[in-house]
């Protein structure tokens, strides 16, 4: 039976009729990956306290002043895909951070190197619940060995390769191309490919966007765990609660050195995670209305600091989203790294573990990140009737495992506390140390993300949010 809402005849309003197309045309991108859902949430507040028909004006002609498009993988709809963010559908989104020196900015943030080479420094698929309850968000490290696709660029095909450097493929596609249309394509169609989901915008951004995004916002708190120096950033900071700016707070997400960890590129993501959370919080608790002005500025500095694709650049579209998204819990924001274990060929690049598929299975079920909801444990029912290729058990596995009556959630931490002391993070399982708050797969050791609430409620000594 045909629904009326699929007939071609009826006009595509607001995106109400979409059939889901894989890969549609024409996306608009703007800077700052990590900071997208700050942006929206902004914006919503933006509007609330002020609908000028000049301020609308004002937002609208910042999108439309930075446009890419994106090329179709795969045939299919060739019509613009607007995201209605109030008709109950998950919304997918690849965050995209770049590497470059292009521009005087980034060079002065990012140090030496070529203007002309293009890498993804980060990427994470965002995933924001159907009913706006909770956000996933996954992270894949640049270092990680995949298959690559063949893919389209705005200058011709690139064939598909096999056993890769994830963050090759935005930089091979940027080549060939010469744009982000390209290079935002070409990893989107390898991260649908990779991971099962039909991701449908993107966005890209760089150091510069980063910075601009956290002066905007006035700052951000984050709880520094050690005594952090290092030589190739120049930050230099002491422990405890800091109040950083954003070209501080941008040198801290990218440096490697100086923390008392492994130095890796692993490490390094799980800050980023810490980061983006804090940077939400902070948003979130501007005052409508004794903060309009500021919030309007963060707003504009968002959308100016973006490459957002075409399904979310629309000023009625971020408005929607965002105020269907302003009573977001932030202890809600679920984050973690794909799970991956060192590569067979070299001890310095890694591959998924034979785990991160019972990552993207929730992504594809459209569940949270957590083993604490119900139809998550359902889905961990439902897999472990499957047969496995190992006895050795997952992170999955082990937090589940951990979830028994006799060891119970601390409110204020997040964590569970074991009989022997050990921290474990229920939503990943991973081991959390006590001394930074990272949290280890307790399988292959490799960083899975950074105990938040913890950090802040214990190692600096602030309240966690309930």
């Not at 609208?60 to 446009?67: A, C, E, L, R």
């Not at 941008?250 to 050195?257: I, V």
């Not at 002391?421 to 001394?435: C, E, F, H, R, S």
Request: glycine share 8%; net charge negative.
């Amino acid at each position: 039976m045909t629904s009326h809402r699929s007939n071609p005849k009826l006009p595509n309003l607001n995106g109400w009729n979409q059939p889901k197309p894989r890969h549609s045309l024409g996306y608009r991108t703007r800077h700052q990956a990590r900071s997208v859902v700050v942006s929206v949430v902004a914006a919503a507040l933006v509007f609330v306290g002020s609908a000028a028909a000049m301020t609308w004006y004002d937002i609208n002609h910042v999108i439309d002043d930075n446009t890419i498009s994106i090329i179709p993988q795969k045939s299919g709809s060739t019509q613009n895909t607007v995201v209605d963010p109030n008709a109950g559908q998950t919304i997918n989104i690849l965050l995209l951070g770049q590497d470059t020196r292009s521009g005087e900015e980034n060079k002065a943030l990012g140090g030496p190197g070529e203007a002309e080479n293009h890498q993804s420094d980060t990427a994470m698929v965002l995933q924001i619940s159907a009913d706006r309850s909770y956000i996933n968000l996954v992270s894949i490290p640049r270092d990680s060995i995949v298959n690559a696709p063949s893919c389209q660029t705005s200058k011709g095909t690139i064939a598909a390769r096999y056993d890769v450097m994830f963050n090759s493929i935005f930089a091979n596609a940027y080549a060939k191309g010469g744009d982000l249309a390209s290079a935002g394509s070409c990893t989107m169609a390898a991260v649908n490919s990779l991971t099962g989901l039909d991701i449908e915008n993107f966005v890209v951004a760089d150091f510069a966007g980063m910075r601009d995004m956290v002066d905007a916002l006035g700052g951000v708190d984050l709880c520094i765990p050690v005594a952090t120096k290092d030589a190739t950033t120049g930050i230099n900071l002491q422990p405890g609660m800091q109040h950083l700016d954003g070209t501080t707070a941008t040198e801290y997400a990218r440096m490697r050195h100086g923390t008392g960890t492994d130095g890796s590129d692993i490490m390094r993501t799980t800050r980023q995670q810490y980061l983006v959370k804090e940077i939400i919080k902070e948003a979130l608790s501007k005052n409508l209305f004794t903060q309009s002005s500021q919030l309007y500025q963060l707003a504009k500095t968002a959308l100016k600091s973006l490459n957002i694709s075409s399904g979310l650049a629309h000023a009625s579209t971020l408005v929607g989203l965002a105020m269907s998204l302003k009573n977001l819990d932030p202890t809600h924001l679920y984050m973690q790294t794909i799970p991956v274990t060192s590569w067979s060929k070299d001890i310095n690049r890694v591959v998924w573990a034979s785990n991160a598929d019972d990552v993207w299975e929730k992504l594809r079920k459209e569940v949270p990140l957590t083993q604490a909801d119900d139809t998550t444990s359902e889905t961990s029912s439902d897999s472990s009737a499957s047969p496995s290729s190992s006895d050795t058990p997952s992170a999955s596995d082990s937090a589940s495992a951990s979830a028994t009556p006799n060891e119970t959630v601390d409110p204020k931490t997040g964590l569970i506390t074991r009989a022997d002391g050990t921290l474990i993070d229920p939503n990943t399982g991973g081991i959390v140390n006590k001394k930074n708050g990272t949290i280890t797969d307790p399988t292959t050791g490799q960083y899975l993300g950074i105990a938040d609430r913890y950090l802040n409620a214990t190692v600096c000594a602030v309240n966690a949010q309930e």
